[in-house]
């Protein structure tokens, strides 16, 4: 697998028009093979939390390469010379997303259904949460809270200090099983996407503050991919579910959605 990310050399520094940014890496390691995932954590102190790609202020503690191993165990080590500055056991086996990085705290989802919130200048933990299946999706911090998906197919928000409870909202239809992937937060409404992996997926929007249902559609036969919002417009690209027995459909979409009401303002062709 190629990575599109290129290493840089020693004492390198990353710059941006908003500021000086801290570049932060993460990879899993699965059992025979190695994937890289990079989550380019660009942060600044005018920068807020958005998407899948974590902003936060500037601060040394953050700057590191964060590793997912395939015993459940999250690792830091130095940027510059790999060295390994702390490591923590989460209970679960895999680590299966990227972590989200904000204001010195490393938020982080595991296979065992935890989401860990540990500090990033030591790997202590501040606090746990368990939902009631795998966290495969990448945590998002925007306001003070915490929105984590589960493949419980709840999403749920949690004050980012303390991970207590806030609500939880449930992503599916009926009783179906459903995984909740990112989401995104954009004008104080949350925006995200979740799919039972045979026939349905959902996009949905909800009042961040009350987890209120504000909206939400259902997608046939199509896997939707984490949702970006922009100019009052969400973007969500989908793939094709295969049915067991079925033919080998490869369809692919790029979904545009009115942001207010999720009407769909247009499907691009086959991509």
């Given at each position: 697998?190629?990575?599109?990310?290129?290493?840089?050399?020693?004492?390198?520094?990353?710059?941006?028009?908003?500021?000086?940014?801290?570049?932060?890496?993460?990879l899993t390691i699965l059992i025979g093979s190695l994937i890289l995932v990079l989550?380019?954590?660009?942060?600044?102190?005018?920068?807020?939390?958005?998407?899948?790609?974590?902003?936060?202020?500037?601060?040394?503690?953050?700057?590191?390469?964060?590793?997912?191993?395939?015993?459940?165990?999250?690792?830091?080590?130095?940027?510059?010379?790999?060295?390994?500055?702390?490591?923590?056991?989460?209970?679960?086996?895999?680590?299966?997303?990227?972590?989200?990085?904000?204001?010195?705290?490393?938020?982080?989802?595991?296979?065992?259904?935890?989401?860990?919130?540990?500090?990033?200048?030591?790997?202590?933990?501040?606090?746990?949460?368990?939902?009631?299946?795998?966290?495969?999706?990448?945590?998002?911090?925007?306001?003070?809270?915490?929105?984590a998906g589960s493949s419980d197919g709840y999403l749920y928000a949690l004050n980012a200090q303390s991970g207590s409870q806030l609500?939880?909202?449930?992503?599916?239809?009926?009783?179906?099983?459903?995984?909740?992937?990112?989401?995104?937060?954009?004008?104080?409404?949350?925006?995200?996407?979740?799919?039972?992996?045979?026939?349905?997926?959902?996009?949905?929007?909800?009042?961040?503050?009350?987890?209120?249902?504000?909206?939400?559609?259902?997608?046939?036969?199509?896997?939707?991919?984490?949702?970006?919002?922009?100019?009052?417009?969400?973007?969500?690209?989908?793939?094709?579910?295969?049915?067991?027995?079925?033919?080998?459909?490869?369809?692919?979409?790029?979904?545009?959605?009115?942001?207010?009401?999720?009407?769909?303002?247009?499907?691009?062709?086959?991509?």
């Open positions: 697998m190629k990575s599109k990310v290129h290493a840089s050399q020693s004492g390198t520094k990353w710059q941006h028009s908003i500021g000086m940014f801290a570049m932060v890496l993460f989550n380019l954590a660009h942060q600044s102190k005018n920068a807020n939390a958005s998407s899948s790609i974590s902003y936060s202020k500037v601060a040394a503690s953050q700057v590191g390469v964060y590793v997912g191993s395939n015993d459940g165990a999250l690792f830091k080590l130095d940027a510059q010379n790999g060295s390994q500055l702390w490591r923590y056991k989460t209970k679960g086996n895999i680590i299966p997303a990227p972590p989200t990085i904000v204001n010195g705290v490393v938020y982080v989802g595991s296979q065992e259904g935890f989401v860990y919130a540990l500090n990033a200048a030591d790997g202590t933990p501040k606090w746990s949460f368990q939902t009631q299946s795998a966290v495969l999706s990448t945590p998002l911090v925007a306001n003070g809270v915490l929105y609500w939880r909202y449930y992503t599916g239809s009926g009783t179906a099983a459903v995984n909740a992937g990112t989401v995104v937060v954009d004008n104080g409404v949350v925006y995200g996407s979740s799919s039972d992996a045979v026939a349905h997926s959902y996009l949905y929007a909800l009042n961040a503050q009350s987890g209120s249902q504000l909206w939400r559609i259902q997608v046939n036969d199509q896997a939707f991919t984490d949702p970006q919002v922009a100019n009052g417009v969400i973007y969500i690209a989908s793939s094709a579910l295969k049915h067991l027995g079925g033919p080998d459909i490869r369809d692919s979409y790029v979904y545009a959605f009115n942001a207010k009401d999720g009407s769909r303002l247009w499907l691009s062709d086959k991509v």
